[in-house]
């Protein structure tokens, strides 16, 4: 279970008035943001440093989105930054801190200042003439009396999103910020996979949803990844992660710790000209601290071969084994399975055909999935269509699908829509659609998702999220920004938008202006909330 240590209290005569912290914020951001630093130009052989502060404040009338709203909120959010770069020919180094310190006035809640440890990200990079090295790592806590659900929900589901679209109250980032990781300690991977049936597993999704404004939440990764023989007959791949979900405080006790270790090998072998083998082997523990004291171990091998039987026909097969031991409440479930596929790839004289199957045999049952998909070029992009079909002990999903991916004058769409029959004969939408367009003073942004997630039970879950953007700038020194986010399933629904003034006072401080709605309905109702925030920034860099 969670051991968790309640965050300390402020108690007796301590209290402190809003406009007593406010003023305490201001003399903060101004005191610090006065540094001067004169900014030396840029050097991608040298060490870049960077500074920022921003100082936010925001009034909240249901901070927690309460069903019953207890009355208003206040803060004052002092947050400072700090970045480091450097790059050489072969190998760069990046880190990056930001640490929030608070001042709030939250009815229910007797604490009036909180400060947490700092969130960090790390990245290194090193390239040689056949081999290279990933090092990645991030922490980042999160005080969830001042965190929604659909921030992560909206992550989680579209990690390729390059622009928060719910609370652009920054300017948009600089590429070259070293405080901004731009690698994932993870591997990056579609939320939607071909067949359009499979989003991420509810494991993490379900725990979101719990958040009720109460506790913090760590979330820490690690990864590495090491390749050799890049370009040679041999190729390896190694990978080791690391994932920990941490809850602490007053969080709620549905919420549950978990941690997902995961060290993987990928060999790629050129025996032919014609033919590649594969053979890869996996290790996985995830653990959660729930009264089951949930754990799960999985070990893998496999081996793959892919050769090309003409010129224009290629075909790969798959065989692999599985063993998978469950623990909870001392007791342990054995799962074995085989896992055996076969692939065929046709390319015809206008566009290609391609079919793909699969067949998992564990001690459980069977999972058979198949897929069937043409491809089409077109003058401005691609046209595909697809039919899929994923069968287990509880029945068969089949899946229709039309793909449309364009290069347009503006900007490129990319869609992928269709019908999907679940096991119980129920017909309903899937599909997913990105769309962004430059304008002349300005772009915006629409991306739609609506899919199936699977848990551990096999048990299916719809799930929508559409996310919109929209920039104007209005001159060289403001603009407006525009953010609109809707999640859904059965049963929750979450919503937020924001509009946001953003200037650029002088060139070094910012100020931004806004309002934000969220919406949350659940079982047990619905609940709401309206925010006016106003942060003043400050950012410089020196490098050496």
């Given at each position: 279970m969670r051991r968790a240590s309640p965050a300390p209290r402020f108690r007796g005569p301590f209290r402190i008035s809003l406009c007593a912290f406010l003023t305490l914020g201001v003399s903060t951001g101004l005191i610090t943001g006065g540094w001067s630093l004169r900014a030396a130009a840029q050097d991608p052989g040298g060490i870049r440093f960077s500074f920022g502060v921003n100082q936010r404040?925001?009034?909240?009338?249901?901070?927690?989105?309460?069903?019953?709203?207890?009355?208003?909120?206040?803060?004052?959010?002092?947050?400072?930054?700090?970045?480091?770069?450097?790059?050489?020919?072969?190998?760069?180094?990046?880190?990056?801190?930001?640490?929030?310190?608070?001042?709030?006035?939250?009815?229910?809640?007797?604490?009036?200042?909180?400060?947490?440890?700092?969130?960090?990200?790390?990245?290194?990079?090193?390239?040689?003439?056949?081999?290279?090295?990933?090092?990645?790592?991030?922490?980042r806590r999160d005080d969830l009396r001042f965190f929604r659900p659909i921030d992560a929900i909206v992550d989680i589901l579209d990690p390729t999103d390059p622009v928060d679209p719910l609370d652009p109250v920054d300017p948009l980032p600089d590429p070259d910020d070293p405080t901004l990781p731009d690698i994932d300690p993870v591997e990056p991977t579609d939320p939607l996979p071909p067949g359009l049936d499979e989003l991420p597993d509810d494991e993490e999704l379900d725990d979101v949803d719990l958040i009720d404004g109460r506790g913090t939440r760590q979330l820490i990764q690690l990864g590495s990844r090491l390749r050799v023989g890049l370009g040679g007959p041999v190729t390896t791949t190694f990978n080791l992660n690391l994932r920990e979900l941490r809850y602490s405080g007053d969080a709620n006790p549905a919420l549950n710790d978990t941690r997902r270790l995961t060290f993987g090998t990928v060999t790629t072998l050129r025996l032919t000209p014609v033919t590649e083998g594969t053979v890869d082997l996996l290790a996985e523990r995830f653990e959660r601290d729930d009264a089951a004291e949930f754990r799960r171990d999985t070990r893998r091998i496999g081996f793959g071969i892919r050769h090309e039987l003409t010129q224009t026909l290629t075909a790969n097969a798959r065989l692999g084994y599985s063993w998978i031991d469950i623990r909870e409440f001392d007791t342990v479930r054995q799962r074995r399975g085989v896992d055996a596929g076969l692939g065929l790839d046709l390319e015809l004289t206008r566009g290609s055909l391609s079919f793909d199957s699969r067949v998992l045999t564990t001690d459980e049952g069977r999972l058979t999935t198949a897929s069937l998909t043409r491809s089409l070029p077109m003058p401005n992009g691609a046209l595909s269509f697809s039919a899929s079909a994923r069968r287990n002990v509880d029945g068969t999903r089949t899946s229709f699908t039309v793909g449309r991916d364009m290069d347009l004058r503006r900007g490129p769409l990319s869609a992928n829509v269709g019908l999907s029959r679940s096991p119980a004969g129920d017909w309903g939408t899937i599909g997913r659609v990105n769309y962004g367009e430059t304008l002349p003073r300005g772009s915006w942004r629409v991306s739609l998702l609506q899919g199936f997630s699977i848990d551990e039970a096999n048990e299916e879950t719809r799930r929508t999220l559409a996310t919109a953007s929209f920039t104007h700038i209005i001159n060289q020194s403001s603009r407006i920004n525009l953010g609109a986010a809707y999640s859904a399933t059965p049963d929750r629904d979450n919503a937020r938008f924001t509009a946001t003034y953003s200037r650029d006072v002088t060139r070094d401080w910012s100020m931004n202006l806004g309002y934000r709605y969220d919406n949350r309905s659940r079982d047990d109702g619905q609940a709401d909330s309206h925010a006016v925030f106003l942060s003043i920034g400050r950012s410089f860099n020196t490098a050496f």
């Open positions: 404040f925001e009034a909240d009338t249901n901070q927690r989105l309460q069903t019953e709203s207890p009355g208003a909120s206040y803060s004052s959010t002092t947050r400072f930054s700090f970045g480091l770069r450097s790059e050489t020919r072969n190998q760069s180094l990046r880190l990056g801190a930001d640490l929030p310190l608070r001042l709030f006035s939250i009815p229910g809640d007797s604490r009036r200042f909180a400060t947490d440890t700092p969130d960090l990200n790390f990245t290194y990079n090193r390239v040689a003439a056949q081999s290279d090295l990933l090092i990645t790592g991030s922490s």
